[in-house]
């Protein structure tokens, strides 16, 4: 089943603009985490924010997460046409062995036109 | 971190054929993922493959229709069988992501497979 719901479900922005995409989850996760997708190819690991975090940098990317509101955002600043992809959160749920795999949103899709 | 190399990039498939994807992978690792991505969709997690034991499938995929071989740590395939235009998708191969640590996963570039 879905744990992730992102929106906007599409984006569109200029170039040098910020860009924010919003991921809600349902239950108890261990971390939550940030991919990109280009043309339908393999994800890209951008970023993970575990739940005892509220928030972190890498380079243009700004990650937060609200575990009482079950939410994260990410945010690109200074946008440029080479973000364009599709942006997916992910969840690893809060399990107590070693099983577990990631749970996808449905994703955001991303263009920032030159 | 980990290197994955999934061939075929793509295909095109008559219906009622098969199509075996592989995945390797630059690294030992216990455990591989298949998902699923249907078109403008999210991925889905078709099975986890261990080695040395069989697949785990999640609900709505059968091992007749999705056959899963680990030979060894490194090495994994997946068969779409008896296809049907439905199973056009984007297929992708994936190490970690989990695990006591819960680390980021790896992917392959993905398998677009269109059938007609």
């Known amino acids: 089943s879905q744990q992730g719901e992102e929106d906007p479900q599409a984006l569109s922005i200029q170039e040098g603009e910020n860009a924010t995409m919003n991921c809600s989850y349902k239950?108890?996760?261990?971390?939550l985490q940030w991919y990109r997708q280009n043309s339908g190819r393999g994800l890209v690991h951008l970023i993970l924010i575990r739940s005892n975090e509220r928030e972190k940098h890498s380079g243009r990317l700004r990650v937060t997460l609200d575990t009482s509101k079950k939410s994260s955002s990410l945010l690109i600043t200074a946008s440029r046409a080479a973000d364009t992809a599709s942006y997916f959160c992910?969840?690893?749920?809060?399990?107590?062995?070693?099983?577990?795999?990631?749970?996808f949103g449905k994703g955001t899709k991303l263009s920032v036109k030159p | 971190s980990a290197v994955i190399s999934q061939k075929p990039s793509r295909d095109i498939c008559q219906r009622g054929t098969s199509l075996t994807i592989q995945c390797q992978v630059d690294?030992?690792?216990?455990?591989m993922f298949w998902y699923r991505q249907q078109p403008g969709q999210s991925l889905t997690l078709i099975a986890t493959?261990?080695?040395?034991?069989?697949?785990?499938?999640e609900s709505g995929f059968v091992i007749d229709k999705f056959p899963i071989s680990r030979p060894n740590l490194t090495f994994s395939t997946l068969t779409v069988s008896n296809m049907s235009p439905e199973d056009s998708s984007i297929y992708l191969c994936?190490?970690?992501?989990?695990?006591?640590?819960?680390?980021?996963?790896?992917f392959g570039q993905g398998t677009r497979l269109t059938v007609v």
């Open positions: 994936s190490v970690g992501g989990q695990g006591a640590f819960y680390t980021e996963a790896f």
């Open positions: 690294s030992q690792v216990t455990m």
């Open positions: 493959a261990n080695q040395g034991s069989e697949a785990t499938y």
């Open positions: 239950t108890s996760i261990n971390n």
């Open positions: 992910a969840t690893a749920l809060n399990y107590g062995g070693s099983q577990g795999n990631l749970i």
